[in-house]
């Protein structure tokens, strides 16, 4: 890759985040936001799978994002409500991640303000 190439991405990336930022507070991370496309991209995968993705992050960070961009954070106060985790019915020690309605239109929101991203 060319250094104006990279330096694009770069941008287009910084342009991504900030929007993302606004859509869903100044406290978003890179991760989180990361996390949250995978899901979108990805939808009703699980933990295990999700983690292989990322490739970025444990499994107690990963759980902890999860719970932090659910309806009830990873410290048992109201979250935002961008994702939701489903018992798998075919083995309940399992869960599957979704976005709910709102995750799903924020995402959308951002993805339609940065087509150049990418």
């Known amino acids: 890759m060319q250094t104006s190439d990279l330096q694009a991405s ?3 990336f ?12 100044p406290d ?8 949250l ?11 295990r799978n999700l983690l292989k993705l990322l490739d970025v992050t444990s499994v107690t960070a990963l759980s902890r994002n999860l719970a932090d961009m659910s309806t009830l954070t990873s410290t048992k106060k109201l979250g935002p409500g961008l994702i939701e985790l ?3 019915m075919m083995n309940l020690r399992q869960k ?9 239109k924020i995402i959308m ?8 991203f990418g």
Request: aromatic content about 6%; charged content about 25%.
């Open 10 to 12: 770069v941008r287009s």
């Open 14 to 25: 910084d342009r991504f985040l900030v929007s993302a930022r606004k859509a869903l507070g």
């Open 28 to 35: 978003v991370t890179a991760l989180r936001l990361h996390i």
């Open 37 to 47: 496309l995978n899901v979108y991209l990805n939808e009703g995968t699980n933990q």
């Open 86 to 88: 489903r018992f798998d």
């Open 96 to 104: 599957s991640i979704h976005l709910t309605s709102r995750g799903r």
């Open 109 to 116: 929101t951002i993805m339609e303000q940065n087509t150049d």
